[in-house]
């Protein structure tokens, strides 16, 4: 008897928070606020690795996060003296 009225109670919420789902996002602006959060939360929670711009990694080599060829080549490059792509950053940086 009692699961009864918990599927019904289930249910009913459903059926509001259809319908005022419905009139939130009929109107178009808010469909596209709601698309951008949603992106803007995809992108967070897939690309957590991705933090930091290219620009960024140039800068700290052997710190980023994301380790693929490129950044391994950089780094290594590094390791072996060269200093032009931390100059460049550390040059930028002061401009900004």
């Known amino acids: 008897m009692k699961k ?3 599927f019904s ?3 009913a919420v459903s059926a509001i928070g259809a319908s005022v789902a419905g009139y939130y996002l009929k109107e178009k602006g808010n469909r596209e606020k709601l698309k951008e959060n949603f992106q803007s ?3 967070k929670v897939l690309n957590k690795q991705d933090q930091y711009s290219t620009f ?3 800068g700290v080599p052997d ?3 994301s380790m693929d060829q490129a950044q391994l080549e950089n780094s290594k490059m590094v390791s ?3 200093q032009f792509g931390v100059q460049y950053y550390n040059e930028k ?3 900004d």
Request: hydrophobic content about 25%.
């Open 80 to 82: 072996e003296g060269s």
């Open 41 to 43: 939360l995809k992108n």
């Open 93 to 95: 940086k002061e401009e």
């Open 9 to 11: 109670s289930i249910g």
């Open 63 to 65: 710190e980023a996060p």
């Open 4 to 6: 009864r009225y918990l």
């Open 56 to 58: 960024d990694n140039a």
